[in-house]
């Protein structure tokens, strides 16, 4: 069994228990009753106009890594990525295998402006609607755990709470099946979830697959500012980074530095 498979058994069982406690009708009057969701596109896009975007993750271990971050406190880490520069945040929810929870999205969107994206496994349009009840304004879709069928059903749920759609592809198979979906958000993973192997020129590779009027976002295994200017090379200004960012002591401060100065053709 692969890890996703795994992670969907687990994710299945939980959202069935959850659903006892508030039916799908109830969940989804919840999520059109929410207010209206921070526009994530809209933050990725006005940051790269200036130069690069990035989308800061709050994760406090991985299934690869075990404990990335002892001294966790997601309202501060909210801040100080928001006054570091980051357009939005990601943050994990997922307990069994990230340590995530959904108190961690609350707090550390209240903490700030920025919109936020609900870092977790979604199957079911039930997960969706809670997305938004718990503030969320992006939800994350890995196509190599979805059908396209199941893809669309769970875009179609996002895009009518008003939310955003980041949808994940790691192979050229899945950029084209990205194709299919209308969200114009395509993250590029460059860690394979099923082997935990990072790469990131699957970033440069699959790139040249994503039609034009995509948003492309290089997911994964990001550190330092030639990193980011390596992919700038290649048209791609927007990143979502966590664990090296997480592992920094000042996180305001290391967000600001990878941020300053991005590079321009103009430079070289
Ligand atoms: O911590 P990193 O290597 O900077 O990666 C962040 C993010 O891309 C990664 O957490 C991620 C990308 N896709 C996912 C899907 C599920 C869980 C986690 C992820």
């Given at each position: ?10 994710k299945l069982a939980d959202v069935a228990t959850r ?35 990035l989308i800061a993750e709050i994760k406090k271990a ?137 790469d990131t020129a699957i970033t440069r590779k699959l ?62």
């Open positions: 069994m692969s890890i996703l498979d795994d992670i969907k058994a687990y659903k006892e406690a508030r039916p799908l009708a109830e969940m989804h009057a919840a999520a059109r009753d929410t207010e209206r969701p921070r526009d994530f596109e809209g933050a990725l896009r006005r940051q790269m106009a200036l130069g690069y975007a991985s299934p690869s890594k075990g404990l990335i971050r002892e001294d966790f406190d997601p309202e501060a880490l909210a801040k100080a990525y928001a006054e570091g520069g980051a357009a939005c945040l990601s943050v994990l929810t997922d307990g069994p295998s990230f340590q995530g929870d959904d108190t961690y999205l609350r707090l550390a969107r209240s903490a700030c402006d920025l919109p936020v994206l609900r870092k977790d496994f979604m199957f079911d349009p039930w997960q969706i609607a809670e997305s938004r009840v718990l503030g969320a304004d992006c939800v994350l879709l890995i196509l190599a755990a979805l059908t396209d069928e199941e893809a669309t059903a769970l875009e179609d749920a996002a895009i009518e709470y008003g939310m955003a759609v980041l949808i994940e592809c790691h192979t050229a198979e899945e950029v084209d099946r990205a194709k299919l979906l209308r969200s114009p958000l395509v993250g590029i993973n460059n860690r394979d979830l099923g082997t935990f192997v990072t790139a040249r697959n994503v039609p034009g009027d995509r948003l492309i976002i290089s997911e994964s295994g990001l550190s330092t500012r030639q990193d980011l200017a390596q992919m700038a090379r290649y048209g791609i200004r927007c990143f979502l980074i966590g664990e090296s960012l997480m592992r920094e002591a000042n996180v305001e401060a290391a967000t600001r530095e990878l941020l300053r100065a991005p590079w321009t053709p103009e430079a070289e």
